[in-house]
């Protein structure tokens, strides 16, 4: 409070040019702080802490399945690995991942704003979503679950062993986080924009981010409510789901899928606006139908509430249920593909420039859509009877998940490390890298269409040898993608101490975030910025205007 | 000028931060809707799927003590509000007798609350102690919705004491002409109102005949 007094004269010449990185050396400036800036950067890091040991589960799994028999690992012990790995990446890695990182650190950038609206909420919410994920750990010292990440009841009520309440609580908890985190960005996204920045001006990262935030707050919740339910019956025996009391298992699977579809949105809604972004920048071009773009991050958040029952298409749901709610699920297919249609629009007679983020971003657009087109043949009732539960669903959700949303959260990071460092890194080194991603990532996950396919079920780990070669070719990926996600680690690394020191629009982007410098100062702005133009105004008659870059 | 004295970070003019105070915590309480939202739900699957039974069982708890509780809430709400009107007229001392007399009337619900659970105990009403024992299976599903949606909103009754106290004790609050605190505590409350609004009729007034 002592402080605020000043805010409203800003003497801004004498404190603001100092770069967020420098201002404030101790523990306690960064533990302490409320700058989203180094609040992103927390996220950062414990982000990739959890990507690093979900990542270690599936390495494990995937070894695992090198054999049809299923050597390294006990069936118990081989549940209980895919169970945290799923947990880890949905909740610790695979939510927060973009929203938290880079939305956290550019969105008050993008929109001209000092802070969020309530930068210790920002804080509390960071240190949240860290006591969530040392109960995981504790978890995972203490041998896990084997539930699945979907924690289907009467298995976690009754008979899983486990640390199935432990496990439902830090989800509870991180769920605290994503709601704290909705409820800044729409905030701040109504109430910080600059003079100028009207809703027709927002980047389509704000209007992803926006659409995400609506689906923090309304779905959170219902997954909330859906654990203490599930807590409830295992710990004090005071169940509703108990179908021994005439309770329904049936209505876990609505609650907890009514959370988890829209979940799947929470984690591809950022990850399209880090693309719309990567696209006209690499182009040099407005964005092709921006309106569309924007609204169908809308409509893919409200119509993404409405699809969960295509989760339950064999789970003894009325076939009448089963048809509207695949109608549905194909309607959603709609915005998403007016958005791949205009990225592709966009850069049609661009002036392009094919560096790493666009890489990154060709990569997104490719694997979205063939994640995209299988989950149309899964939303069809009739294949969805055969494929349920197979390795198509496995390989579709990953398409989606990790070939859609890692490959945008590297990207993103990619474009606006030199932003958040003020370093610039090596070039050929990202390209090399997102090439390996995009060849690891399909070896690892095509064959598993086809087993799917062919009728390989997930979760098992003992398979019929006739599938051992595919699952070979699958583990083989793995290794390729390990080794392409490791590479950024390392160069981005190595470029805070030795990577030469970035322009403040290296790209010669438009959007606010490059009119400060790299890194920022910590109030973002040295002045005030005022917004008088649309965004990705890319004058191409004009090339001469990246010369400024 | 109160109100420049509270102003905070990203903000530079007190009535935007107003503002967005007031968005935030709207927003946060269409979060705690859904969260009961989940819970309603499940009350409404539970009656679908056993009509009868689920009739009976809530015919065996009090429904004198819910409709008192209800009566108690809803005069809590309005003290609320009317300690919002107060303080925005620049009346501290009433804006701080309307929050008091709030949370007296929050205790009381509390108080009556834990009497009923007290009945429900002695009749062996409480499912997972050893002196239960229900007429029917659903009897005791109803039970256990009972014990958790009831619970979970007296949770929600204690944080809104707690909000109301801090309003209530904090000088600058009650003179704070936009009544931000005050509104937004009241706010809170009148969301915990509500929810018991649903909750009374989903538990309480089916078993009337």
């Known amino acids: 409070m002592s402080d605020a007094a000043l805010d409203i004269d800003r003497p801004d010449e004498e404190v603001e040019d100092i770069s967020y990185l420098r201002a404030g050396h101790s523990l306690g400036s960064w533990f302490l702080t409320t700058d989203h800036k180094r609040i992103a950067i927390l996220y950062l890091v ?9 990542g270690v589960a599936a390495a494990l799994i995937r070894l695992d399945l090198l054999t049809p028999a299923g050597d390294l690992m006990t069936n118990e012990g081989y549940n209980r690995a895919f169970s945290l790995h799923g947990i880890i990446m949905v909740w610790f890695f695979l939510i927060p991942s973009i929203p938290n990182t880079i939305g956290n650190f550019i969105i008050p950038l993008m929109i001209g704003a000092r802070d969020l609206a309530f930068p210790r909420l920002n804080l509390l919410s960071w240190y949240i979503y860290i006591v969530a994920g040392f109960i995981t750990l504790a978890v995972v010292l203490g041998g896990g679950v084997d539930t699945g ?16 309440v432990a496990t439902v609580v830090a989800v509870f908890i991180s769920g605290f986080s994503t709601i704290l985190t909705g409820i800044n960005f729409i905030v701040t996204i109504h109430k910080l924009r600059a003079p100028g920045m009207t809703w027709s001006r927002l980047p389509l990262f704000i209007w992803s981010h ?40 049936l209505l876990f699977q609505h609650l907890f899928w009514f959370y988890s579809h829209p979940a799947v949105y929470i984690m591809v809604l950022p990850a399209m606006g880090v693309i719309s972004e990567l696209i006209t920048s690499a182009a040099h071009k407005r964005i092709f139908g921006y309106w569309f773009v924007a609204i169908a991050s809308i409509a893919i958040a409200v119509i993404g509430f409405l699809v969960w029952g295509h989760h339950m298409f064999v789970s003894g749901q009325s076939i009448y249920a089963s048809a509207f709610f695949s109608f549905l699920s194909i309607a959603v297919a709609v915005p998403s593909a007016i958005k791949v249609y205009n990225w592709t629009a966009t850069l049609y007679k661009g002036d392009i420039m094919i560096d790493a983020p666009l890489l990154f971003a060709m990569g997104f657009i490719g694997l979205f859509v063939a994640g995209g087109l299988t989950g149309l043949m899964l939303a069809m009732l009739a294949i969805d009877v055969h494929v349920h539960d197979t390795y198509f669903v496995v390989a579709h959700f990953h398409y989606i998940m990790v070939g859609g949303t890692v490959t945008a959260f590297f990207g993103a990071l990619h474009y606006w490390w030199p932003k958040i460092t003020g370093r610039l890194y090596n070039e050929t080194l990202a390209r090399i890298a997102a090439v390996v991603i995009l060849v690891g990532f399909n070896l690892t996950f095509f064959p598993q269409f086809m087993l799917g396919y062919e009728g390989m079920p997930r979760r098992y780990h003992v398979y019929p040898p006739e599938f051992q070669l595919l699952q070979v070719f699958s583990s083989a990926g793995a290794a390729l993608l390990a080794v392409g996600y490791a590479m950024p680690t390392f160069y981005l690394l190595w470029s805070l101490r030795r990577g030469p020191r970035a322009p403040a629009n290296p790209w010669g982007a438009t959007g606010l975030e490059w009119t400060t410098s790299s890194p920022p100062p910590k109030h973002n702005f040295t002045q005030q910025p005022v917004v008088v133009r649309g965004p990705y105004y890319y004058p191409l008659e004009h090339p001469a205007s990246r010369a400024n870059a | 000028m109160p109100e420049q004295r509270a102003l905070h970070e990203p903000f530079h003019q007190p009535a935007r931060q107003r503002e967005a105070d007031r968005l935030g915590m ?7 809707a859904m969260l009961f939202g989940g819970l309603f739900a499940a009350a409404m699957a539970l009656r679908l799927l056993h009509p009868v039974e689920y009739v009976a069982a809530s015919g065996h708890l009090k429904l004198w003590l819910g409709t008192a509780n209800t009566a108690i809430l809803l005069t809590s709400s309005l003290m609320a509000a009317v300690a919002v009107e107060a303080a925005r007229s620049g009346s501290p001392r009433l804006a701080g007798w309307s929050l008091g007399s709030a949370i007296i009337l929050a205790l009381l619900f509390l108080g009556i609350k834990g009497y009923e659970y007290l009945g429900e105990y002695r009749e062996g009403l409480v499912p997972g102690l050893a002196n239960a024992h229900f007429g029917t299976r659903t009897q005791q599903l109803f039970m256990n919705f009972y014990f958790v949606s009831t619970g979970l909103h007296g949770v929600h009754v204690m ?3 707690g909000l109301l106290g801090v309003s209530a004790l904090s000088r600058a609050a009650r003179e704070d002409r936009a009544a931000v605190l005050i509104g937004n505590a009241a706010l809170y409350w009148h969301l915990v109102d509500i929810i ?3 909750l009374y009729p989903t538990l309480y007034l089916p078993g009337v005949s």
């Open chain 1, 46 to 54: 414990s982000i990739t802490f959890f990507f690093l040991i979900g």
């Open chain 1, 149 to 164: 990440w979907t924690f289907y009841t009467p298995l976690s009520t009754m008979y899983a062993n486990g640390m199935v």
């Open chain 1, 210 to 249: 926006y659409a995400v935030s609506i689906i923090f707050v309304l779905a959170t919740p219902v997954l909330a409510i859906t654990l203490i339910l599930v807590a409830a019956e295992r710990l004090f025996g005071i169940g509703v789901f108990d179908p021994a009391l005439g309770g329904d298992p």
């Open chain 2, 26 to 32: 709207i927003v946060f309480l269409a979060s705690e």
């Open chain 2, 159 to 161: 944080v809104g004491i």
């Open chain 2, 196 to 198: 018991w609004l649903f």
